[in-house]
């Protein structure tokens, strides 16, 4: 069993940045690959950024490619977005997911989907006004 616990969300102006926190706990946070999915409303929820176990292989949804730097450390237990120039289409509700992966590196396109996830936060509110 993983828990995660997102923070760092919260009302910004459009233009402005943000840091998502996720911090783990429970079972060994280096095995597991993590992503970042958000839910706007009204809308099924969607991959934004993921990263491999050893932080070295990142993947980005296009629309958030040059703005979202996700990033991990594995001393803290912690994986973190980093969103930059912020849009009002960026409005939604965030979550981290872990999964279990065997090689340290690895990753695939089929990591985009909710369903290849393991464990999930509960979600953080991001809100970008115009």
């Known amino acids: 069993q993983v828990q995660l616990i997102e923070s760092g969300g919260g009302l910004v102006q459009a233009g402005d940045s943000l840091r998502l926190a996720c911090a783990a706990s429970?079972?060994?946070?280096?095995?597991?690959?993590m992503a970042w999915f958000r839910q706007a409303s009204g809308k099924e929820r969607e991959f934004e950024a993921g990263?491999?176990?050893?932080?070295?292989?990142?993947d980005y949804t296009d629309s958030v490619k040059g703005r979202f730097t996700i990033s991990r450390d594995n001393a803290k237990n912690t994986v973190y977005l980093k969103m930059n120039s912020l849009t009002p289409d960026d409005t939604a509700i965030y979550y981290c997911?872990?999964?279990?992966?065997?090689?340290?590196?690895?990753?695939?396109?089929?990591?985009?989907?909710?369903?290849?996830?393991?464990?999930w936060g509960q979600g953080i509110q991001v809100t970008v006004s115009s």
């Open positions: 990263i491999s176990r050893s932080g070295l292989v990142t």
């Open positions: 997911a872990v999964r279990a992966v065997k090689n340290t590196d690895q990753w695939s396109t089929t990591y985009d989907a909710p369903k290849a996830y393991d464990y």
């Open positions: 429970g079972r060994a946070f280096s095995n597991y690959a």
